[in-house]
């Protein structure tokens, strides 16, 4: 039976991995809609393979360069964020979130407004609006997927058990760019340096946010969204290799670990064919050549924003929102030049501590305007602190 595939945010690292894999089985997909951003020459490629009934870019001055390049195909073409919900409300069974940024959430909401499977890769759906899609999602009857490797890892180990029986999540990192460097050195860190991993290659934005962990920041408050579990059983470990993604602790002393290759294919494959394991052509990992799993703890005083996801775990409510906001702009600023590395945690706290002061942050968001509000204002803010 053909299913029904929509693909937000399909000219990323996520959506192309997984336009490779409906590559590989072309008869058992129909792609309804493909969203991008500039890329246009991407995701006109993309679009001519495909041949989805729309193809979005989110900028709408490209629009007339996406309707050039697929002119005569017989694809409709629309652009902005409007034309990007229109397109989340065509009927489809499977959809992939992957927008980066809080513009990913209009088409998460939409995509369990109509029941289908949700495979969530946008961080800021969980982080700024969790308690909202996840109500929507019980509403509908849909069914939510997490796509990030480190989620998928913890569903993954909990298929099974009894969510109850769990102590502790541990969610792993990387390190980042910095993992080595003396903590002397990282106020004079310049983008250039935060954005070459030791691990693998990535876009500049999440590379950098990989070597400040504000990236494992927003994970650590999705892990709390999405499994609802407790900002005390969420736990973090730096992780060399990158090849363990996360490990459950039960309560009777036992552990689940994901162990597999640092390949996003896997975390896709599996949201893909769930509730069934289909091969993949991915790597498979000799133990005897690795020989050796190394873990080393990760100081919330080195990575202060681990300290201040905790706090935005312990105060819910509109904290997610602003934090990813502040976050979003201190890392704009940074790659500007205008701040230092270590500025972008200081900044993130002011911005969160004075949106809270003047009593914007402590009530429970009610609907998508009430975070979109809290993030604005938390941006307009934050773009003004002096650090």
Known sequence: MTRRVSIFGATGSIGQNTLDLLRRDPAAYQVVALSGGRNIAQLAKDALEFSPEVVVTAFEDALPELQAALAGSGVAVEAGAQAIARAADRPADWIMSCIVGVAGLVPSLH?????????????ESLVAAGPILLEEARRHAATILPVDSEH??????????DIANVERIIITASGGAFRDWPQADLAKATPAQAQTHPNWSMGQRITIDSASMFNKAMELIETKEFFGVTEAQIETIIHPESLIHAMVGFQDGGMMAHVGPPDMRHAIGFALHYPMRRPLDVARLDLTQIGQFRFYAADEGRYPALRLAREVMRQGHLWGAAFNAAKEVAL???????????????????????????????TAPRDLPDVLQADQATRERARTIDV
Do not use: Y
């Not at 995509?111 to 961080?123: D, E, F, M, P, S």
């Not at 890892?153 to 058990?161: D, H, P, R, S, T």
């Open 111 to 123: 995509a369990v407004r109509q029941g289908a499977t949700l495979a969530l890769a946008n961080k």
């Open 332 to 362: 704009d600023r940074f790659i500007a030049g205008d701040i230092g590395f270590l500025d972008m945690a200081i900044l993130v706290e002011k911005a969160l501590h004075d949106m809270d002061r003047a009593g914007l942050l402590g």
């Open 152 to 161: 998928s890892a913890v569903f993954q180990a909990l298929i099974g058990e």
